[in-house]
T-cell receptor
Framework: GAGVSQSPSNKVTEKGKDVELRCDPI?????LYWYRQRLGQGLEFLIY????????KSGLPSDRFSAERTGESVSTLTIQRTQQEDSAVYLC??????????????FGPGTRLTVL | AQTVTQSQPEMSVQEAETVTLSCTYD???????LFWYKQPPSRQMILVIR??????QNATENRFSVNFQKAAKSFSLKISDSQLGDTAMYFC????????????FGQGTILTVHP
């Protein structure tokens, strides 16, 4: 079956522009996570969805970042008025449920965002 | 604070030899899961091995095994019979307590396997 897919694979934008990053989780996975990976660093948690609601948004760096999920499927991460420090790889993961690590998270290939 | 720390930015090993990657963590939770992920240049994160904190027996997956020392909050990964395809960034990660499964990652260790 298909894994987690993300689009676009790469995105180059100018400072101040808005960007939308898309994640298509594995079918039937109710939990969805967004992470950010800065160059040469580990992943930082951004937001978690259970179904279409987001019980934990604690990792979003600022109010320029928002995310939504519809139909318990696709999720979109939006960054408004992009800044150079937003340059990173944004990774999405999904799992059958969110049982504190019991269910494996499957990762997508990520979107590399470059803000000029 | 709940943290995961990897103190080895880079490691190298000869093909067919054994290498150990280190990881320590800090939490006040009693129940948690620990993971090692592999990230090759393709960026695709792959789960290598998982350990449940309440299980005393160390997890093993083929050539990969862990040394889980709960009291010391240490979780190292041993790769036996290293292969060229093991070359990648390795991340230690944890899901602590009631954190809905969100993962806290270490900084990563770049492993290079030499022929």
């Amino acid at each position: 079956g298909a894994g987690v897919s993300q689009s676009p694979s790469n995105k180059v934008t100018e400072k101040g522009k808005d960007v939308e990053l898309r994640c298509d989780p594995i079918s039937g996975h109710t939990a969805l996570y967004w992470y950010r990976q800065r160059l040469g660093q580990g992943l930082e948690f951004l937001i978690y969805f259970q179904g279409n609601s987001a019980p934990d948004k604690s990792g979003l760096p600022s109010d320029r970042f928002s995310a939504e999920r519809t139909g318990e499927s696709v999720s979109t991460l939006t960054i408004q008025r992009t800044q150079q420090e937003d340059s990173a790889v944004y990774l999405c993961a999904s799992s059958l449920g969110a049982s504190g690590g019991y269910n494996e998270q499957f990762f997508g290939p990520g979107t590399r965002l470059t803000v000029l | 604070a709940q943290t995961v720390t990897q103190s080895q930015p880079e490691m190298s090993v000869q093909e067919a030899e054994t290498v150990t990657l280190s990881c320590t963590y800090d939490t006040s939770e009693n129940n948690y899961y620990l993971f090692w992920y592999k990230q090759p240049p393709s960026r695709q994160m792959i789960l290598v091995i998982r350990q449940e904190a309440y299980k005393q027996q160390n997890a093993t997956e083929n050539r990969f095994s862990v040394n889980f020392q709960k009291a010391a909050k240490s979780f190292s990964l041993k790769i036996s019979d290293s292969q060229l395809g093991d070359t990648a960034m390795y991340f230690c990660a944890a899901s602590f307590g009631t954190s809905y499964g969100k993962l806290t990652f270490g900084q990563g260790t770049i492993l290079t396997v030499h022929p």
